[in-house]
């Protein structure tokens, strides 16, 4: 079985902290997923990579970076959190997907809920 | 631009069926369902591609009508297991998927 591993199941940081989001997986996929989830708003893809050292802007990047390093690594980054960025952080990744239509399905990690006050 | 999920939330009670709606704007090459039980990680259920398909297994399926960039997904003699978030995603030629903001399914014994 595929398995999406994030580091903390709960994070509570301050206004200003630099915060960083791990997850890892384990089947050797090729892409990785950063989403945040909000209540009446659904999953937003924040930042995606295809390949290692690469990484794209999802729909709601501002605020946030990533870091791709190895494989299966993938890391969320909040240089400066802020209170607006309270959410739950999912973490997905997926065999490959470059072409059109062929878009694998997306195992997810078990969130992280970050509160920052 | 995220897909819009139709109904936002459903009540039902055990053995009744549902429907949930997924409308986009955008021309779409595949679309994707997944169910998230409460405090726990999305689930995938299926994915319809590019070609008007229609899928299912046990007694959940959706179809995909490409010409109206909509999908639906069908769940029939609803289980109390069914009970979740369900989003649809879908991929366009960003070819990425976008998420709906999802429908909350309620099942009552």
């Known amino acids: 079985d595929v398995k999406v591993t994030q580091s903390s199941r709960y994070l509570v940081k301050r206004t200003g902290e630099k915060v960083f989001l791990e997850c890892v997986q384990d089947?050797?996929?090729?892409?990785m997923f950063w989403y945040r989830q909000d209540p009446g708003l659904g999953l937003r893809l924040i930042y995606f990579?295809?390949?290692?050292?690469?990484?794209e802007k999802g729909d709601i990047p501002e605020g946030y970076s990533v870091s791709r390093e190895k494989k299966e690594r993938f890391s969320l980054i909040l240089e400066s959190a802020s209170t607006n960025q309270t959410s739950m952080y999912l973490c997905?990744?997926?065999?490959?997907?470059?072409?059109?239509?062929?878009?694998?399905?997306?195992?997810f990690g078990p969130g992280t809920r970050l509160t920052v006050l | 631009q995220q897909p819009v999920q139709s109904p936002q939330a459903v009540i039902l009670r055990e053995g009744e069926d549902a429907v949930i709606n997924c409308s986009s704007s955008?021309?779409?090459?595949?679309v994707h369902w997944y169910r998230q039980k409460h405090g726990e990680a999305p689930v995938f259920l299926m994915i319809?591609?590019?070609?008007?398909e229609q899928k299912g297994h046990d007694k959940i399926s959706a179809s995909f009508n490409e010409k109206k960039q909509q999908s639906s997904l069908y769940l029939t003699a609803s289980q109390l297991s069914y009970s979740g978030t369900y989003f649809c995603?879908?991929?366009?030629?960003?070819?990425?998927?976008?998420f709906g903001q999802g429908t909350r399914l309620t099942i009552n014994p």
């Open positions: 995603g879908t991929e366009g030629r960003a070819q990425k998927l976008v």
């Open positions: 955008k021309a779409l090459y595949s």
């Open positions: 319809l591609l590019k070609g008007g």
């Open positions: 990579s295809y390949d290692v050292k690469m990484k």
């Open positions: 089947m050797d996929h090729e892409n």
């Open positions: 997905a990744s997926s065999l490959s997907g470059r072409l059109a239509g062929s878009t694998d399905t997306q195992y």
